[in-house]
C-alpha cells in the first residue's frame, strides 16, 4: 500500500510538473515591406506538428512548452525561427523576391520572372490543394499577398469567396478580377476544378490593361490547366473527407430561466415588484413536472435544428497519357456538401478533357473541353440564415408562449 501511495504521489509530481510548464504565447505578424498585418502565416511549434496561422489581423495565439521554438512560414515571405521567451512575441517577416529564373504564366504567353516588370503572385497546384476546401476561390486565402479573399457564406454551394485584387475601385460597380482559364474569360473562378489547375497566376497591377482593356481595372486571375507530361500511362486518385461545424453560437437558457428572467424583465421595464410575464403558478409547474412538448416544453431548439452531418467529401481521378504524338488528360471530380441543417446539400460532378495533338515539330493542335453540373438543395420555407436565426432567438419553452 505504501509503495502505491509513492507511485500515485510521483505520477502525481510528474503531471504538475508537464502542466506547469505549457503556456499560451500570442503575438503578430507584420510584413517588413509595408508594416501591414500578415495574414495566413503558418506559425508551427518547431519538432512538432502543433500550429496555428494568423487571422486576418495578424495575430495568433499556440500553446508551446518551455523552450519551444516557432516556426514562422507563408508563401512570399522568407522562414523565420525564434525561441519562445514570454508570452508574448511578435514577428516581422522579410519579403522575398522569389526565383527570377522561374516561368510564370502572363496574357501574352509565359516568360521568365527577370523579364517582367509588372506585379503578379504565382500558385502552384500544391499550394492549392493543401486545402480541403469546397471552391477554388476559397483555397486562395491567405496564400496571395496583397489580395483579399472573403468567403461571403456558409451555405454548401454558396460558400464561394469573393477576390478583390487591386482594392475597392468602384462603389456601384463591380471589383471583382477578370478570370481567364487557357486563354477563355470565364465568370468565376469556383467553376474550375482546383484538382484540375496547374498553376494560378495574378496579376496586380495597371499593366494588365493593355493586354486585356478596361475588364482588366480590377487586376486578372490567370488560370493553367493541367496537361499530361510524362510518357505512357499515369493514374492519380486524390480525394478528402472533412466534416464542418457551426462555431460561436450563443448559449440559451432553460426554459425556467426563460420566465424567471422575463418577469425580472418586465419589473424592471415598469418600475412594479409585482409585474410578471409568466404566471408564478405555470413556473412552478415547470418545476414539478417534466418536460412532455405539450403543455411543458423545455426544448434546445438549437440542438434539435442541427441535426445534419456537415460532411463534406471530395474525390478527384486523373487519367494521363502521353506519346511522341498526342497527350492526353482527363480528370473527374465528384464533390458531396452536407449542410447543417436538414435539407441542405450540395453536390458536384466536373469533368475536364484536355487533349494535344502534334502534327509535326512546329505545329501542334490543342484542345481544352470541360463539363460541370451541380446540384443544390435548400429548405423550401426560407433560407438556411432565416430558419437559423429564428432557432436561436426562440426561447425554450416554445414561440406560442414567449
Not at 72 to 92: M, P, R, Y
Not at 232 to 243: D, I, K, P, R
Request: hydrophobic share 40%.
Amino acid at each position: 500500500m505504501k509503495k502505491v501511495s509513492l507511485f500515485c504521489c510521483f505520477l502525481l509530481m510528474i503531471l504538475s510538473s508537464a502542466v506547469a510548464q505549457q503556456f499560451n504565447v500570442a503575438g503578430r505578424v507584420t510584413s517588413a515591406s509595408s508594416g501591414r498585418p500578415a495574414e495566413g502565416i503558418s506559425v508551427l511549434v518547431k519538432g512538432s506538428k502543433k500550429g496555428t496561422t494568423t487571422n486576418s489581423s495578424g495575430n495568433y495565439n499556440v500553446s508551446v512548452n518551455t523552450g519551444a521554438t516557432l516556426v514562422f512560414s507563408g508563401i512570399g515571405f522568407a522562414t523565420q525561427e525564434l525561441k519562445v521567451s514570454g508570452n508574448t512575441l511578435d514577428v516581422v517577416l522579410q519579403v522575398t523576391v522569389g526565383d527570377i529564373g522561374e516561368v510564370v504564366v502572363v496574357g501574352y504567353g509565359s516568360q521568365k520572372k527577370a523579364s517582367l516588370t509588372g506585379s503578379l503572385v504565382t500558385l502552384n497546384n500544391s499550394a492549392l490543394n493543401k486545402r480541403q476546401v469546397s471552391s477554388t476561390s476559397q483555397a486562395l486565402q491567405g496564400l496571395a499577398p496583397g489580395v483579399t479573399v472573403q468567403q461571403q457564406s456558409g451555405k454548401p454551394g454558396a460558400d464561394g469567396a469573393s477576390i478583390v485584387v487591386r482594392g475597392q475601385g468602384s462603389i456601384s460597380g463591380s471589383n471583382a478580377p477578370l478570370i481567364i482559364v487557357d486563354g477563355l474569360a470565364v465568370g468565376s473562378l469556383d467553376q474550375i476544378d482546383p484538382n484540375a489547375i496547374e498553376s494560378i497566376t495574378l496579376l496586380k497591377d495597371a499593366a494588365s490593361t493593355a493586354i486585356y482593356g478596361n475588364r482588366a481595372s480590377a487586376g486578372v486571375v490567370l488560370v493553367k490547366t493541367k496537361r499530361a507530361t510524362e510518357k505512357g500511362l499515369q493514374v492519380n486518385y486524390n480525394a478528402f473527407v472533412t466534416q464542418q461545424q457551426a462555431t460561436s453560437l450563443p448559449n440559451t437558457v432553460s426554459g425556467i430561466d426563460h420566465m424567471l428572467l422575463s418577469n425580472e424583465a418586465e419589473k424592471n421595464r415598469t418600475g412594479i415588484p409585482t409585474s410578471s410575464v409568466f404566471p408564478q403558478a405555470l413556473i412552478d409547474r415547470y418545476k414539478t413536472t417534466a418536460p412532455n412538448n405539450l403543455d411543458i416544453i423545455d426544448t434546445d431548439w438549437i440542438k434539435e435544428l442541427f441535426t445534419n452531418s456537415g460532411i463534406m467529401q471530395n474525390h478527384n481521378v486523373q487519367v494521363s497519357t502521353s506519346t511522341d504524338k498526342i497527350n492526353l488528360l482527363t480528370s473527374f471530380s465528384y464533390l458531396k456538401q452536407e449542410g447543417l441543417i436538414p435539407n441542405s446539400s450540395f453536390e458536384k460532378y466536373d469533368i475536364r478533357i484536355n487533349p494535344e495533338f502534334k502534327i509535326n515539330d512546329k505545329f501542334s493542335l490543342v484542345s481544352v473541353l470541360g463539363y460541370n453540373t451541380n446540384k443544390t438543395v435548400n429548405p423550401s420555407t426560407g433560407s438556411a440564415e432565416f430558419i437559423i436565426r429564428q432557432a436561436i432567438g426562440l426561447p425554450a419553452i416554445g414561440a406560442g408562449k414567449f
